[in-house]
């Protein structure tokens, strides 16, 4: 046994990348340095630079993957400091929600007839743009890998956090809740955190539209797959 398969190694190896993006981030002031993007690009390295087994990595990183149910839960704290925006704007939100959802899937169906992808490339891209937990057990309901979808998740929320505070700025979106749900609906979690340094209101509004982007997509995702 080496010290690579102890627990505490993928931890810390995690923890360790995660600080040294975050001080990258706030170093060079650059969007491209997200610390999720960065942690994730470093560990890979560390795995193939030192040709550990992926195996040994798991043992401490299914620890730090445990808590991202409550670590989703925890964003119901801003829902609930702006809930007044909620109940004032919620027809508003469900609509740009669908919206958000459909356009996901719309794109998908594009994509598939453009790319011709494969049938289990379809099912584990159906939950991207959700949050992780939902959109693991999704790919698993239909029956989908459900490593390709956790992958195509955190592309989708770095992506999203670095290109969506520019796209509204584009089309000139300046009204609080739409910018919160476009980010929340769009990039989940990620864009969520992204949102928060825009304004604790905006952050407040991303985090209301992930659970109910989350319900919606598994919702829609069989009757969406059959037309595909």
């Keep these: 046994m080496t010290w690579f398969s102890d627990p505490l190694f993928g931890v810390a190896i995690t923890f360790l990348t995660f600080e040294l993006g975050v001080y990258l981030n706030k170093r ?3 969007e491209i340095m997200n610390p999720l993007l960065i942690s994730i690009l470093l560990i890979i390295a560390l795995i193939k630079g030192l040709h550990i087994d992926l195996g040994d990595y798991q043992k401490g990183g ?3 993957t445990f808590f991202i149910k409550p670590a989703t839960v925890a964003l119901a704290i801003p829902l609930y400091k702006h809930f007044d925006l909620l109940i004032k704007h919620f027809k508003s939100v469900i609509i740009g929600v669908l919206s ?3 356009t996901s899937f719309a794109s998908l169906t594009l994509l598939t007839k453009w790319l011709v992808l494969p049938e289990h490339i379809i099912i584990s891209s159906m939950g991207r743009n959700i949050t992780t937990p939902i959109g693991m057990e999704l790919t698993k309901q239909l029956g989908g890998i459900v490593p390709i ?3 195509m998740i955190f592309f989708t929320g770095i992506y999203g956090s670095l290109v969506g505070p520019w796209v509204l700025k584009f089309f000139r979106i300046r009204h609080r809740t739409a910018m919160g749900i476009a980010l929340g609906t769009a990039s989940h979690v990620v864009g969520t955190s992204k949102a928060i340094t825009l304004g604790e209101d905006i952050g407040a509004m991303s985090a209301v539209a992930i659970p109910i982007a989350g319900i919606m997509t ?3 995702a069989p009757l969406v797959l059959k037309f595909i």
């Design 100 to 102: 958000g959802v459909l």
């Design 62 to 64: 299914s620890l730090i």
């Design 28 to 30: 060079t002031g650059l």
């Design 149 to 151: 979808t956790v992958a």
């Design 218 to 220: 598994v919702l829609l």
